[in-house]
């Protein structure tokens, strides 16, 4: 997967097409997100360069509860390649 601001964006839009709110805010985060599930906020410490903003988000998608149906095809297509990953990445 390319390390691209294109590909935060894309990421950020299955968040966001499943209700959830991307913050990118100061704190001490242990591994530099937070998640506040009830109210559907994932926040990400501002400071992480876009590689660490994409490898949390790739990180932290597959442990949320992602409506795929409400999901475009794109971000479905997206959203398995990530799952993908993660079993790839969980199995080694």
Known sequence: MKLTQS???????ILSESEFVVRYERGNFQSG??????KKIVVLNKFLNLEARI?????????LDIEFDKLTQASQKLYEE??????TEASA
């Open 33 to 38: 997100w937070c998640l506040l599930e009830a």
């Open 55 to 63: 490898n949390t988000l790739l990180e932290l998608i597959p442990q």
């Open 82 to 87: 990530v799952q993908k990953l993660s079993l």
């Open 7 to 13: 590909t935060l964006d894309k990421l950020e839009d």
